[in-house]
């Protein structure tokens, strides 16, 4: 929602890594025709580019470390202000701490936006870890696939934009899955108390395949 009335739907969907936090992200993003803000993939853009950002990004993420919050808030408060996000957004992959948070929300207000809901989906570690290891994406729409539990339907052929190239991030695996596990506990819980607190936090089990969980959720933010 707009603070003055206008129509729009702006959501963070959080939860740990390998949680499935994209793949929902996309499958709302394609219902409502909002704008999907992954940080991450802003990220990894900023690196494939080889630009100043993504000079400096490149050691940080590939050890399994945050990028700095400054960095990262700079790039979302320049994205929201763009064309396709006119009808609104979901943020995936931010905010991640709680200094973050306190910043969306600021920036947010000034903006003339008030965020519906914070959607967070709960997977066991055991059940993540094996997700991340299997997981690929479409090089040329991003979409995100896994083996283990969200194959294309036609064998190599992405489902979305049929294409036929697909990559793994360098950062999936296990060691650093295990750091980003933890960091995300240390770093991110706050943010869901923060949410909790305002009374916009839903919560949905993401564990099973990508139809049921979409069900869930649909339901959790009353979709249907
Ligand atoms: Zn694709």
Known sequence: MFIDGRKGLH???TGAPGTGK??????????????????????????????????????????????????IMEMV???????????GFILDG???????????????????????????IIVPDDVIIRRILGRYTCVTCGESYSDDFHKPQVKGVCDICGGRKFSKRLDD??????????????FTYPTIAYYREKGILRVVN??????DVSARIDEVLGFN
Do not use: W
């Open 22 to 71: 994209g793949t929902h992200a996309g499958v709302i993003k394609r219902h409502f025709n909002i704008c999907h803000l992954s940080a991450g993939e802003m990220l990894r853009e900023e690196i494939r580019k080889r630009t100043e950002v993504g000079k400096k990004l490149e050691p940080l993420l590939a050890g399994g470390n945050f990028a700095p919050d400054e960095l």
């Open 11 to 13: 959501l963070v969907i």
């Open 206 to 211: 993401g564990n099973g395949d990508v139809a």
């Open 77 to 87: 408060a320049k994205r929201i202000r763009e064309d396709d996000c006119r009808n």
């Open 94 to 120: 931010f905010p991640r701490t709680l200094k973050q948070a306190e910043f969306l929300d600021k920036m947010l207000l000034e903006n003339g936006i008030k965020l519906d809901a914070v959607l967070e």
């Open 173 to 186: 695996t296990e060691e650093t899955v295990e750091r980003r596990l933890v960091k995300y506990r240390d």
